[in-house]
């Protein structure tokens, strides 16, 4: 693939550092995109097994917790995140990577295939797919909901977050079991949550340029999806309209 394809759409952010991230292994590189208000925290359980096999770089997200800040005045967006990856990795001399991302970075894994960078793409539970304003609403209003109360939800649940049932109720959202996490890993994703400063711009701006961005088919030769945020993981093909995958948010 040549790197002359790989470019940031927009150059109203200046190539940043990665800010927080996890970087282990040898091999070809691969870029691990976290869920919207994540960390690169979310993948740990599973770069003690991919380091065998690749140069794995976690980072965490433009605009989130321990995530390099955007420059002042710019709207946190899809394009503005994936601008920031491209031209962080160019800067470590990574033009194309192979690319895993959930949820907010599984939308980045397919706009930064859309873009040429990414070699290959695995999309857990993608973001951008939805089919109507109101499926968007049914997404993005839990997280704005937890973003305001997450202060009184962490002050109150404190003393509770050791009981798995209250673990798996508050992340049923984005996992279908959150009471397999360790207590203080929870805590921690919930505070992250909560100071992840852009998320009702970046929840704003998802409504307004989503679904994901059309990218030409020959670009999937194999196009699947893992699973639906809160559900069972199962491999499902993606059914194809105009060229946007139909994942669930």
Known sequence: MSEAVVQAESRAVPADALGDVCEQGNGSPLILLHGLSGTWHIWKPVI???????????????????????????????????????????????????????????????????????????????????????????????????????????????LFLGFAWLRHQLGLQTMEHAERMPESDFRDSLSALGKTRILPALLRTMGRDGPIAAARRSRYSDPHRLGRAGQSDSVRALRQADDRACAGG
Do not use: C
Not at 77 to 88: F, N, T
Not at 91 to 117: P, Q, Y
């Open 48 to 158: 003690e097994h991919l380091k065998a096999h690749h140069q794995v770089i976690a980072p965490t997200l433009p605009g989130h917790h321990g995530g390099p800040a955007l420059s002042t005045g710019v709207e946190p967006s899809v394009a503005v995140i994936a601008d920031m990856l491209i031209e962080s990795f160019a800067a470590r001399g990574i033009h194309s990577a192979h690319v895993a991302g959930n949820s907010l970075g599984g939308w980045l894994s397919l706009e930064l295939a859309r873009r040429g960078f990414a070699k290959s793409v695995v999309a857990f539970s993608p973001a951008g797919a939805w089919r109507t304003a109101a499926d968007y609403r049914d997404v993005s209003r839990p997280f704005g909901i937890f973003f305001v109360l997450m202060p009184f939800i962490l002050f109150l649940t404190t």
